[in-house]
């Protein structure tokens, strides 16, 4: 109760289930996707927010500052699996934009509010959903492990940097979880063990909650089913 948390790509899967997560919690939740008609959550907002597009990114961290966030949640995301003969520049650029520099437009756009509000005594988080293949990878797997691999570098590198200005950083690595992932349908028959995006949110809502003097550096979670090589 009382945060503030901006969440990207809050319009299904996981982050439609960390905004159900924290809105039950009592926090207000600033909600950002491409599409977010016909969403509504209890004292929450959603605004439309392409995290490839600057100025779309603009208008979004505006909206959390003026509802004074505490926390950002960088969830949006996109897969994509071919082999390395067929990924094309386009595809390159599409799920690189928005897994990198998605992630680095939204949390740049903030930091200087997270800066001010260190000035004033107050921490800050950024909570970066990534991928249990942010350091792993396998056949068709080039394109969307290389974005998570980078994904997580930035992340590591932000955590260095936050120290300079009140800002604990997470990063969360799920397995497979039941979404609309990589244009799936969430609920299909073959999904059923894996991990629920509640699950994540758990994860997620974790680092939130932790007291002041721990930081989560990162959560690995996976359903059982899935067989793990670490
Ligand atoms: O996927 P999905 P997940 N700007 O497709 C939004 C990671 N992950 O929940 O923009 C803003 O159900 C999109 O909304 P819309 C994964 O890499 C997953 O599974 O309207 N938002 C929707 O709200 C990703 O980082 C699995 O299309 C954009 C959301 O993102 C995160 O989990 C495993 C956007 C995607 O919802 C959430 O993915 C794993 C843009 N340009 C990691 N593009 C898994 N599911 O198995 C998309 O290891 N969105």
Redesign the pocket.
């Known amino acids: 109760a009382g945060r503030v948390v901006a969440v ?8 439609w289930a960390v905004a159900e997560a924290l809105a039950a919690q009592g926090a207000r939740v600033i909600g ?4 977010v008609g016909g969403l509504s959550l209890d004292g929450s907002a959603f605004h439309p ?4 597009d600057e100025a779309s990114v603009q208008a979004f961290a505006e909206a959390a500052v003026r509802a004074g966030v505490d926390a950002l949640v960088n ?5 994509s699996f071919a082999p390395v003969e067929e990924i094309t520049p386009e595809e390159y650029r599409r799920v690189m934009d ?2 990198v520099l ?1 992630t680095l437009l939204v949390t740049r756009a903030l930091i200087p509010h997270f800066r001010e509000r260190h000035a004033r005594g107050a921490g800050s988080q950024v909570v970066n ?1 990534t ?3 942010s350091g792993r990878t396998f056949g068709t797997g080039a394109l969307y492990t290389a974005s998570k691999y980078a994904q997580r570098a930035l992340t590591q590198a932000l955590a260095h940097e936050g120290h300079g200005y009140g800002l604990r950083v997470t990063e969360i690595r ?4 039941d ?3 990589a244009d799936t349908v969430q609920g299909e028959a073959h999904k059923a063990a894996w991990l629920r ?1 509640a699950d994540v949110a758990d994860a997620v809502l974790y680092a939130l909650t932790a007291p002041v003097h721990a930081r989560i550096d990162e959560v690995l979670l996976h359903p059982v089913v899935q067989e793990v090589a670490f």
């Not at 969830?75 to 897969?79: K, L």
């Not at 799920?174 to 979880?177: D, E, Q, R």
């Open positions: 990207t790509g809050a319009s299904k899967g996981i982050g950002g996707a491409r599409d927010l392409d995290v490839t969830n949006a995301g996109v897969g928005t897994n998605g959903v991928s249990d293949v799920p397995g497979m979880v979404t609309f992932f995006p």
